[in-house]
């Protein structure tokens, strides 16, 4: 079954802190790997969109990488900001599937002033 | 428009009455979806639309849920004879090209809650 994971579920971290959130998922064969963000009561805003063939995609203070051999990729995020409090949601398109984006849980940020 | 539109924002209906959700997508995008977020979780997918054509519905929970975007633009999901397990956000997604894999704009959803 193609399934993608999120760890942690949430995060608390004080301003200024660097971190990392992971995302694992089941089958290497993939069309691309995004990571979303999520306010309370909004929709989706993609932040990064790492293609099959890339490693990894940067803006801003965020970079996000990709290692399909190992079905994981992290979201790293520089010199945290209160502002960057939300839930990130890694999403995937496995081959085969016609643009059907699979999200793993999220992981809930709160960043503490 | 400039972004995907969803209406209501909300919903509250009674155990067992139909409802409606409305999606405008970006004009001119071919590809639309939806998903189901429960509180909590991250969204699942229902079901996809290339332009009038409905390509996948393997997300559908059950035969309650219907999906229809007649003139390949707006699209409606119905839920008929409502229950509590139905209580979730419902996102919509379009995109510009047939296989989306150059991203999506999301709307706000509706968040549906039955009583």
């Known amino acids: 079954k193609q399934e993608v994971t999120q760890i942690p579920a949430a995060l608390s971290v004080p301003e200024g802190e660097n971190l990392v959130l992971n995302c694992s998922f089941t089958d290497s064969a993939i069309y691309n790997l995004q990571w979303f963000r999520q306010d309370p009561g909004k929709g989706l805003t993609s932040l990064l969109l790492i293609q099959s063939s890339q490693r990894e995609q940067t803006s801003g203070r965020l970079n996000a990488s990709l290692d399909k051999s190992s079905g994981r990729s992290t979201l790293y995020i520089a010199a945290s900001q209160p502002g960057d409090s939300a839930t990130y949601l890694c999403a995937v398109i496995f081959s085969g599937n016609t643009g059907k984006l699979i999200f793993g849980q999220g992981t809930t940020l709160q960043v503490k002033p | 428009g400039a972004g995907v539109s969803q209406s209501p924002r909300y919903k509250v209906a009674k155990r067992g009455q139909d409802v409606a959700l409305r999606c405008d997508p970006i004009?001119?995008?071919?590809?639309l979806f939806w998903y189901q977020q429960a509180l909590g979780q991250g969204p699942e997918f229902l079901t996809y639309?290339?332009?009038?054509?409905?390509?996948?519905k393997s997300g559908l929970p059950s035969d309650r849920f219907f999906a229809e975007r007649p003139e390949g633009s707006v699209s409606t999901l119905k839920i008929q004879r409502t229950q509590q397990e139905d209580s979730a956000v419902y996102l919509c997604a379009s995109s510009s090209r047939v296989e989306s894999i150059y991203g999506y704009t999301f709307g706000s959803g509706t968040r549906l809650t039955v009583v």
């Open positions: 639309f290339q332009n009038e054509a409905q390509l996948d």
């Open positions: 004009s001119g995008h071919v590809s």
